[in-house]
């Protein structure tokens, strides 16, 4: 610990002894804060600004008639209404006029209004409607931005024109309406009055009905009752019919048996009694066309009797039967009456229902329409909805929203201006027995003085530019955890790899503008920058300004400042513990690009050669048996190493090509085939780079075993020295 901050004091002695080197480190201060606060300010509030972008807006409409809207000119209303807007320039000009402006660059975008614009907003009233159409000219080589702007005043004009046509077409359905609902009112209560007047009307003719009915019910049942009595007498009559036709035949059977005495007695007095005189024999005579007469007669009133009987059966019959009929019309009779009385009973319930409505909501809400606003129907139903926007964490304005990721670029940019103004390298000068570790941090202490004082500049001039923040501690120590974050992986990747280190800094910071959610929500951006989202520091750096920015939601800040500082351990862990194990990867690029003589030699590559102490032990114990192991190794990447290296590039352009015209054809996965050849082209790089690595091991390991024995043990103390 001694020895890292002998190292940090020694080194902030150096910049002090010298003037100028502090004027560099002044100018490392404020320029990186200069690009966050210039950015804001310029970004404060551009779309205050959006009146200066001029827009040509050319009126060629004729207007419209409808019976239900009268005259109608939607594009006048337009024009009225945009003169009132200053969201944006808008210039009233001729279609010539316009079409110059535009393509001169005057204008950024025009909308032409046709001729037949508002009569082919009137065709929806006609049943054959035709699609109004708004011509809109857009000119996107001026700026980038502007078409976006531009492409909301277009949402503007049909905004404002359909709700120009709505208000036109709701105000004249409500004058309509007024003007009509107090005929219709009238109207109204007179069907009322007729109506009641019908149905008290009939109510009254079923009462009389049903009083006829009641009568007539009655008549009818007394005459079913009169007929069963019928039927009871015609029963006795029969009865009597059969007493008379049973004496009949008694009758008949004296009458026949009469004759036969007569006939037998007549017989013995002329048999018997010769000497009967003359009277006897007239008298017997007489006595049989009198028996005999009375037997015709029985028989004649007997078959008389039968006929009654039979007639009266039949009677019998029809009159039960016409009985039972009525019963049946009277039972119906009075089914008839429970009818009419029930309608007679929803008639007066219409009529007091009828009698009640005058009082009813629903004729209140009748009544309502008569009175109505013509103008405020218009109003509501140009904007039916009004938005009640509650904003949450309300910011101030555009640049303090911005504010965010620049001030992560910027402490960014400082800490990879520090590694490139500063070197990296430490010698051991007034550190006696300085380790490469104790080097590391000693200087780190020194790009993170600097790196707090960037911050806090940037912060101060934040706070004086009016960048909204809900804490002034938080708002000054956040940017100093971030700087020094940043610095800790700018730095142990510039360490650990020396320009690789650089080139991947620069990669990353190119990266995580697009992917690192600054400009705009993430999941907008391609799915190859989302994947990529959570890896990358600045994702994190952004989210806790924001938090201090806007406000703080639950433990989310300390969420992201954890994240942030695992970046940290893994930077520190590469710096301290893996440099080590890389460190002739690191030798190799600083030797090859110094011998261009073109490039800046950075003195930070690790000291020495580069040898293994495993070499170096082996060489010791049996340098021939080490030689040939070695020979046997290299001969063959000798003969090979220039057709292996051939190969990888010619492989690498073929592949490259093939993955280029795939992205051509297939244009929709064109981004996905980006993401291919980007990957492609870090696999080409990695295969070169560990071709020419193991060339440079063999060669270490050749330099190794060339040394003498005192090269060999010289060699060995001082790799057990550095361990």
Do not use: C
Not at 127 to 136: A, V
Request: zero cysteines; a negative charge; proline letters at 2%.
């Amino acid at each position: 610990m001694r020895n890292i901050w002998r190292v940090f004091v020694r080194d902030l002695k150096r910049l002090v002894k010298v003037p100028l080197a502090m004027v560099i480190v002044g100018g490392a201060l404020i320029t990186p804060s200069l690009y966050a606060w210039f950015n804001i300010s310029a970004f404060w509030d551009p779309f205050d600004n959006t009146k200066n972008l001029s827009i040509a807006v050319v009126n060629l409409d004729k207007g419209a008639s409808s019976e239900l809207t009268g005259d109608v000119n939607v594009g006048d209303q337009l024009v009225a209404q945009l003169e009132d807007n200053d969201d944006l320039g808008w210039q009233f000009l001729s279609e010539s006029e316009a079409m110059d402006s535009i393509k001169g660059g005057e204008s950024y975008a025009a909308f032409v209004v046709p001729e037949t614009f508002t009569s082919d907003l009137l065709s929806l009233t006609t049943g054959d409607f035709t699609q109004p159409k708004l011509q809109y000219y857009v000119n996107e080589k001026l700026n980038g931005i502007a078409p976006e702007i531009t492409d909301t005043g277009a949402t503007t004009v049909q905004t404002q024109m359909i709700d120009a046509f709505t208000q036109q077409v709701a105000d004249a359905v409500a004058t309509a309406i007024e003007t009509s609902g107090s005929e219709i009112e009238a109207d109204l209560v007179d069907t009322e009055a007729r109506i009641i007047a019908d149905l008290e009307e009939v109510s009254a003719v079923i009462s009389q009905t049903r009083g006829h009915l009641e009568t007539l019910e009655t008549d009818l049942g007394s005459a079913a009752d009169g007929l069963r009595s019928d039927v009871g007498s015609l029963a006795s009559i029969d009865v009597a019919l059969g007493n008379v036709q049973a004496t009949l035949t008694d009758a008949r059977a004296l009458a026949d048996t009469a004759q036969a005495d007569l006939v037998r007695v007549a017989g013995e007095a002329t048999t018997g009694h010769v000497i009967a005189s003359a009277e006897l024999a007239e008298a017997a005579a007489a006595a049989l066309a009198g028996v005999a007469e009375v037997s015709a007669a029985t028989d004649s009133l007997a078959a008389a009797v039968e006929a009654q009987r039979i007639i009266l059966d039949e009677a019998e019959g029809l009159v039960t039967a016409l009985a039972d009929q009525l019963d049946q019309t009277v039972a119906a009779l009075a089914s008839l009456d429970g009818d009419m009385a029930s309608l007679e009973d929803d008639m007066g319930v219409a009529i007091a229902d009828l009698r009640a409505l005058g009082g009813a909501a629903l004729w209140q809400q009748l009544e309502s329409l008569t009175q109505l606003n013509p103008e405020q129907i218009a109003e509501f139903m140009a904007t039916p909805v009004v938005v009640d926007q509650v904003t949450i964490f309300p910011t101030n304005s555009y640049g303090s929203q911005m504010a965010s990721l620049f001030i992560n670029l910027s402490l960014w940019i400082g800490a990879f201006v520090l590694v490139v103004i500063l070197k990296l390298g430490v010698d051991d000068d007034e550190v006696p027995g300085l380790t490469e570790r104790q080097g590391y941090l000693g200087r780190w202490l020194l790009f993170a003085m600097i790196a707090v004082a960037q911050a806090i500049t940037l912060s101060i001039g934040n706070l004086v530019i009016g960048v909204q923040h809900v804490n002034t501690a938080a708002f000054i120590l956040t940017p100093i955890v971030i700087g020094l974050s940043y610095l800790s992986i700018i730095y142990a990747l510039s360490v650990t790899f020396g320009y690789l280190g650089k080139g991947l800094v620069v990669i990353l910071v190119i990266m995580q503008i697009p992917g690192a959610s600054g400009i705009y929500p993430i999941q907008l951006m391609p799915e190859f920058f989302q994947s990529l989202y959570p890896f990358f520091p600045f994702t994190y750096g952004i989210d806790a300004m924001r938090e201090v920015v806007s406000g703080f939601a639950g433990y989310a800040y300390w969420r992201y400042l954890g994240t942030l500082l695992l970046f940290v351990a893994l930077a520190f862990f590469l710096g301290l513990v893996l440099r080590r194990h890389v460190s002739n990867l690191t030798r190799l690029f600083t030797q090859e690009v110094a011998e261009t003589e073109l490039f800046t030699n950075e003195s930070e590559a690790p000291a020495g050669r580069g040898y293994r102490l495993r070499h170096v032990l082996l060489a010791m114990a049996d340098r021939a048996a080490y030689n040939d192991r070695l020979q046997r190794r290299l001969l063959p990447f000798a003969r090979s190493y220039r057709k292996v290296r051939t190969a990888i590039i010619a492989v690498g352009i073929v592949v490259s090509l093939l993955i280029g015209t795939l992205g051509v054809v297939f244009a929709e996965a064109k981004l996905t085939f980006v993401g291919l050849w980007v990957l492609w082209l870090l696999l080409v790089f990695v295969a070169l780079i560990a071709l020419e690595y193991i060339r440079y091991s063999l060669r270490l390991s050749t330099e190794v075993g060339e040394m003498t024995d005192d090269q060999l043990r010289r060699q060995l103390n001082e790799l057990e020295a550095t361990r």
